[in-house]
């Protein structure tokens, strides 16, 4: 699926998260070469989006990069466990797209076995990455304010 590259949608959804494809031009314009010299050229949000559609099918650097920045920036490396375990609820088409082109699930897919007594899973958040002791610590904060 992804070496005929995304479609309209996926790169749409794609183009309207800034921090994504500037991720990626910046990446990429580190990078020694021919690519590193196109990207670094670039700055333009269509400029940049022309270059990345045209290469994505046939540049592997290219793919592999705009690939690891939607794992690590979109689903924070979280690409080793089922969509419906991050808690996405109500995602855009385009981002299901980019789920199902790096790990080959398919998100809109029946689950096998339903789990009627489970609750939903809790959002995907970055406080899932913050280490116990920030927690502790903002929670010393807040002791005896609030209600």
């Known amino acids: 699926m992804a070496r005929s590259g995304p479609p309209a ?16 031009r910046v990446r990429l314009a580190a990078t020694e070469g ?7 050229a670039l700055d333009a949000r269509p400029e940049v989006l022309t270059l990345l559609r045209a290469d994505y099918p046939q540049d592997a650097s ?6 690891a920045v939607v794992a690590e920036l979109v689903f924070l490396g979280r690409t080793d466990v089922p969509f419906a375990r991050l808690g996405l609820r109500s995602s855009p088409r385009g981002l299901r797209w980019w ?23 809790a959002q ?15 929670d010393e904060v807040h002791e005896g304010y609030g209600g």
């Open 34 to 40: 021919p690519v590193g010299d196109r990207y670094g």
């Open 9 to 24: 949608y996926a790169w749409d959804w794609f183009a309207r998260q800034r921090l994504l494809w500037r991720e990626v």
């Open 99 to 121: 789920w199902t082109a790096l790990t080959g699930e398919d998100p809109d897919a029946a689950p096998t076995q339903p789990d009627a007594g489970t609750p939903p899973p």
């Open 62 to 67: 290219v793919r592999s990069t705009v690939d």
């Open 124 to 138: 995907l958040s970055l406080d899932d990455l913050a280490d116990d002791g920030a927690r502790l610590a903002m």
